[in-house]
């Protein structure tokens, strides 16, 4: 079992930046990726950004060029920087991850993220 705490959501005027962190009760070594996702409203879920276990990351069309990902080893903890936010990045914010070896998968409890105009 693993536990994900999400905090860093809130509201922020367009053109602005929030910084989320999602913090694991498990060594991010035993992870083979952790991940961003978000839900718009009215919309599906889908994948913004993901760090996996070697460092490398990859990002969302959408958001690319304004979001990074990144990560505290020592703290397990995942964070997605949100810089020149814009109204439609408005979502609940989702961290996941996936157990080695596992087909099992964890989601946090989410955050809401609400960028004005």
């Known amino acids: 079992q693993v536990q994900l705490v999400e905090s860093g959501g809130g509201l922020v005027q367009a053109g602005g930046s929030l910084r989320l962190a999602c913090a694991a009760s498990v060594s991010i070594f035993s992870l083979s990726a952790m991940d961003w996702y978000r839900q718009g409203p009215g919309k599906q879920r889908e994948l913004v950004a993901r760090i996996i276990r070697g460092g490398s990351a990859n990002y969302a069309d959408s958001v690319k060029g304004r979001f990074t990902i990144s990560r505290d080893n020592a703290e397990n903890t995942v964070y997605l920087q949100m810089d020149s936010l814009k109204p439609e990045d408005t979502a609940v914010y989702y961290c996941?991850?996936?157990?080695?070896?596992?087909?099992?998968?964890?989601w946090g409890q989410g955050t809401q993220v609400t960028v004005s105009s």
């Open positions: 996941h991850v996936n157990l080695i070896g596992s087909v099992y998968h964890y």
